[in-house]
């Protein structure tokens, strides 16, 4: 591991009608009356309310924050695609992936055995905090271009599954830091460097060659 009703009402006279069975909504006059004639009246109903309008969600189309985890020292990557959301922490102890997603500049991720993590976007910056084994960090994480950012391989060998995740961060005086780690199976594994300016080289773990990919290649299957 690197160190990194409408209500319509009826008038009497409608009433009567209706009680007599009369379809008509006029009454016809009694012989002996002079004239005298009652008819129902019908309000219209009344013009239905429009349903409430629900308001849009907006979510960013493409977005890439990393920078350090306050009071731990590792990093955290946050990447999130049009709603989808996935990061990556690492502080060359212990490593969590989530997934989760973005909406209104929010974002609400979830991982392994409990962990989570959170962060408002804005500013050119992710602003949150991540919850992991018990412990609570609090991060700001600036945006980034290439080639900073989040990296991942996999492939299976001898029936296992090796995994990588590496968090690139550029310096601000030059040159890159990582942090990330490995694992075949349950097995942790050394963690060989990406290039820092081609980290989607392919690079050697543990006698296994395999391929960067940078997060546009797998926050699909991952969220």
Do not use: H
Not at 90 to 117: I, N, P, Q, S, Y
Not at 141 to 161: C, D, E, N
């Amino acid at each position: 591991m690197s160190r990194l009703g409408p209500f319509i009402t009826l008038a009497a006279g409608g009433v009567l009608a209706a009680g007599l069975g009369v379809a008509s909504v006029v009454a016809a006059p009694a012989s002996n009356t002079s004239g005298y004639t009652v008819a129902s009246t019908t309000t219209s109903p009344s013009p239905a309310k429009p349903a409430p309008t629900k308001a849009q969600v907006k979510t960013i189309p493409k977005a890439d924050y990393a920078g350090y985890v306050k009071g731990n020292g590792g990093l955290i990557a946050v990447s999130v695609r049009n709603g989808k959301a996935v990061a990556y922490f690492c502080d060359g102890r212990a490593e969590a992936w989530f997934k989760g997603r973005e909406a209104d500049g929010k974002v609400t991720l979830t991982g392994f055995g409990g962990a989570k993590a959170t962060a408002t976007l804005g500013g050119g910056k992710a602003k949150g905090w991540l919850a992991l084994s018990g412990k609570r960090w609090t991060f700001t994480a600036p945006t980034t271009v290439k080639p900073s950012g989040l990296y991942r391989a996999t492939a299976f060998v001898r029936g296992a599954k090796l995994r990588a995740g590496w968090i690139v961060l550029a310096k601000p005086r030059g040159g890159f830091y990582q942090v990330g780690a490995a694992f075949e199976g349950d097995r942790q594994i050394k963690l060989a460097n990406v290039d820092d300016e081609r980290p989607t080289d392919p690079v050697k773990l543990d006698q296994t060659t395999v391929y960067p990919k940078d997060v546009d290649s797998f926050i699909e299957e991952m969220s």
